[in-house]
């Protein structure tokens, strides 16, 4: 039967804080702990436990960049087509000040996916966005259903698509909220500054 020993702690940072993983300790909100076991022969063995919060970390990372890439792509293809180009189809479905609107969303979409790759300022690029969006679905989407993938009819070259529904709205919509409350996550401009601000280290920390 193996029982639990302590013949050394190891120290492990979690946001400000420093946890000591060893026998009775608990680690629950690090990002990792070990255990040493001691069992028969003297042999000692050590158990390496991920938690949930240091699994959370890197859960985050493909729905940031994901959602960060998606916003890019959408801001950049209002840039390259121009802006005006926009504006004009918010002219038919009546917002007000429609260039300067175009020019907003376009900016928006670009830099702000640009900071959700980067994982820096996250929450504050989330909520315009997240508003955008709720702009978008009310405005227009709507109108059209859920899916956003209305195949109308199919010709020889292909199936032919209706206007989208509001599904992808909400799918960005969840993304960014989750976002903006759960922060960026693993591999961020943010949590490679918020490291740097803390105190240094105790002796025989990893």
């Known amino acids: 039967m193996l029982r639990p020993i302590v013949t050394s702690k190891c120290t492990f940072r979690r946001g400000n804080k420093f946890l000591t993983a060893g026998s009775g300790t608990n680690t629950s909100h690090s990002s990792f702990s070990i255990e040493l076991l001691h069992g028969q022969g003297g ?3 050590s158990i ?3 938690s949930e919060d240091g699994l959370g970390e890197w859960s985050i990372l493909p729905l940031r960049l994901i959602v960060g890439f998606g916003f890019l792509e959408h801001g950049l293809a209002k840039w ?7 504006g004009h189809l918010l ?9 300067a609107t175009a020019w907003l969303v376009t900016l928006l979409e670009t830099f702000g996916g640009v900071a959700l790759l980067l994982g820096v300022c996250v929450a504050l690029a ?8 709720l702009v978008a679905m009310f405005s227009l989407h709507v109108h059209y259903g859920f899916s956003s ?5 199919l010709t020889g070259t ?4 209706g206007p989208p529904g509001y599904e992808i709205n909400l799918l960005y919509i969840a993304a960014l909220t989750v976002l903006a409350l759960r922060g960026p996550g693993a591999l961020s401009i943010a949590r490679f500054w918020s490291r740097r601000r803390m105190p240094n280290e105790p002796s025989g920390t990893r």
């Open 91 to 99: 002219t038919l479905i009546g917002v007000p000040l429609p260039t």
């Open 48 to 50: 390496v436990r991920w």
């Open 158 to 161: 292909g199936p032919v698509f």
């Open 80 to 86: 390259h087509r121009g802006p005006e180009a926009f």
């Open 43 to 45: 042999k000692v063995r």
């Open 149 to 153: 993938v209305n195949t109308v009819g």
């Open 126 to 133: 989330s909520a315009p966005l997240i508003a955008s969006m």
